[in-house]
């Protein structure tokens, strides 16, 4: 299973950006989805996830800024920022949580993708 991740750049603050992350390949299903991202030196965090039933969560540093949503058939999870910062620059990973014919599951990871927040 890959997933591909799409709709970074560069942006001014304040301006938005999509990101959106589609999941191909052999899927036997797909639990939560969600956002991570890392700036150098830095661990990568949680921005935001939501499951399969579409309840959300957020990082308190993106709340009432940032929306995630998915399309369960298309397999595919967006991220809309809006009001971004300087400090929202870093590169963002997409992740799924892939459910298995046995019953488990498995973290799969996308590329990164580059956001930067500059005037």
């Known amino acids: 299973v890959q997933l591909q991740a799409s709709g970074g750049g560069l942006v001014q603050p304040g301006g938005s950006l999509r990101l959106s992350c589609a999941a191909s390949?052999?899927?036997?299903?797909?639990?939560?989805m969600g956002w991570y991202r890392r700036t150098p030196g830095s661990r990568r965090e949680l921005v935001a996830e939501?499951?399969?039933?579409?309840?959300?969560d957020y990082a308190d540093s993106v709340k009432g800024r940032f929306t995630i949503s998915r399309d369960n058939a298309k397999n595919t999870v967006y991220l809309q920022m809006n009001s971004l910062k300087p400090e929202d620059t870093a590169v963002y990973y997409c992740?799924?949580?892939?459910?298995?014919?046995?019953?488990?599951?498995?973290?799969?990871w996308g590329q990164g993708t580059l956001v930067t927040v500059s005037s």
């Open positions: 939501i499951t399969s039933g579409g309840s959300t």
């Open positions: 390949g052999s899927i036997f299903s797909i639990g939560a």
């Open positions: 992740h799924a949580l892939l459910g298995k014919y046995d019953n488990t599951w498995y973290d799969n």
